[in-house]
């Protein structure tokens, strides 16, 4: 069967950088294009950043735009998240997510698979 795991997640100081994996097994890799998701808290999960089948096109939320950057290496079955400059406001748990198709995607309705999350906290 599909499974995502994340790891990478963990405790960072303000300002400081983290670096999400996501190991995709399952399915073929590039048929997917991958996103990840985040949800604080008593607050509905949102989109950070998504990335099509080859890497090439990348979509990132405005609240991330210039400090996190979005990657994939499809010989490895793997999407990253490189988050840097982290502010506490970016603590979360952290998903992953599969979406059948090309192009990267926002919404979360169109995702097919998710991983378990993996927890990030920004102390100030």
């Known amino acids: 069967q599909v499974q995502l795991v994340e790891s990478g997640g963990g405790l960072v100081q303000a300002g400081g950088s983290l670096r999400l994996s996501c190991a995709a097994s399952g399915l073929t890799f590039s048929d997917y294009s991958m996103g990840w998701f985040r949800q604080a808290p008593g607050k509905e999960r949102e989109f950070v950043a998504a990335?099509?089948?080859?890497?090439?096109?990348?979509i990132n939320a405005d609240s991330v735009k210039g400090r996190f950057t979005i990657s994939r290496d499809n010989a490895k079955n793997t999407v990253y998240l490189q988050m840097n400059r982290l502010k506490p406001e970016d603590t979360a748990v952290y998903y992953c997510a599969a979406r059948r198709g090309s192009w990267p995607s926002a919404d979360n309705s169109e995702y097919d698979y998710w991983g378990q999350g993996t927890q990030v906290t920004v102390s100030s």
């Open positions: 990335t099509s089948w080859s890497g090439r096109r990348t």
